[in-house]
């Protein structure tokens, strides 16, 4: 079986991470973060048990939103 | 955190996979040199990257590094036997120099074996009291990188460990790269608080506060500033934390750099390679070079071991010996005496709780912060670098040169902004930038 190379959500979390960093750095607060619909599935996919159990979607502490104007690859925190 | 294919790729290191294939791109520090005390001594047999080998010495003292099983019909090597010139199959008495060359077939005799074949053997080198090997493709074999304790005299060594894990080897890079947990987890050896010695030879001053003059220095900052940053060879990432110095407000940083694929330096002096015997295990080798060792008596040395590694009991045959069932070798009688984990050892209590996420960690469950980020950051290089391989892209190596000058001493920083030209300024030509650097350049950090 050929191992999947898709590394969607690794590259996100990093991307988001630095970002966040940055912010906090120049003392910019950070209220939620955005992705693109398909990293948001992603995502969620992975935490589905526990958002049946009713938690709220976080990514590095912080609110995830699906946005359809945010392209995979280009996540971003507000 | 990380979709579950994507911890798939990274923790799986076998045969055909794509982290197995760029792990075996760089030389495996596979075994200690006194694995191999003896010419012609006994074979020893070597799990690495989910195969098995064979390593024995030649009566020169030369190291042979095979498959484990013999071409001829596949016995296991590691009950061969060790002549002067060549380790013999007991099997059928074929015997193989350490180039591979089959010296003797008893059992054909014409010579068309010998002349046609050699036996599966890969290139070794033996440098810094270890044994190193590489599995990769001959024609992509890269240099071996000359690492400072190659150089250093043998008195100068503290420490050279090696322990087995049953773990995923991610779970203990992980360990060592995040210097974030440090002053948690370890507490009772490392501690917030720091104070000199009237003869200067405090071992826990040395390693946490060095360049620091004062009486005491605390540290009770565990939520650093972080900031991470690509080298060439892998990532930096700078820690500054608030601290005082005699009571006096200070800004103290450290940089932990990890060299891809499996090197964590927090000192330049430091080196902790976690090398992947398969999927589930890991071996741990660390080697510690400090002067002061030379100075130390067999007393005091062995308390620096025990410190940093643990009771010699917590092993067996060079395995750390408790799994679940002994709670990983935490001692609830020793946390109600005071201690903070109930494991005695730096070592084994990174290791403990590497071993208490099961044998290969589910990162889909995980919720990261931003502290985590080059635990995030390696994940991602070695993802890319994995996938990148997959695409016919090497990754970037270190090259031969003398590498005294990759990591950086723990210090006060009179500029936190200033972390990487304080305390790794031999980090330079390796840096890569990152995207938010170049767009922020006004406001990026000073070197």
Redesign the interface.
Known sequence: MR?????????A??DL??????A???ARPVERVRVSPRTYD??A???RA?LIRGNAL????YEVISDDSVQTGQPRIE | MLTKLENELLTRVGPGTPMGELVRRFWIPALSSTDLPDPAGDPVRVRLVGENFVAWRDGHGRVGFFDEYCMHRGASLAVAKCHDDGLVCLYHGWKFATDGTILETPNYKRSTVRDKLRAPVFPVQEAGGLIWVYLGPLDKQPPLPHWRFFDTPEDDILHHYSGRFDCNFMQLLEGTIDISHAQILHQDHLGRTNIKRANGSNFQSRSLTRGVDAEEFVCADDAPSVEVEDLTFGAHAGFVHEATADGRPVKYGRVSTWVMPFLTMNAPTTFVFNVPNDDQTTTFRSIVIDPAARTMDAEARALANEKLYGPESYYENGRYRFGEAEAWGQDRTRMREGSFTGVHGVIPEDSFVALSMGPVLDRSHEHLVPADALVIRVRRRLLQAARDLQAGVEPQMLGPGDLGHIGGWPQLLPDPNRWRSEIVPGHEPYRRGNTLAAEGAEEASTW
């Open positions: 191992a999947s190379l898709d590394i969607t959500v690794a590259e979390i990093d991470c630095t970002q966040i960093l940055e906090d750095r120049r992603m995502v996919d992975a935490r526990e976080l990514v590095l502490g």
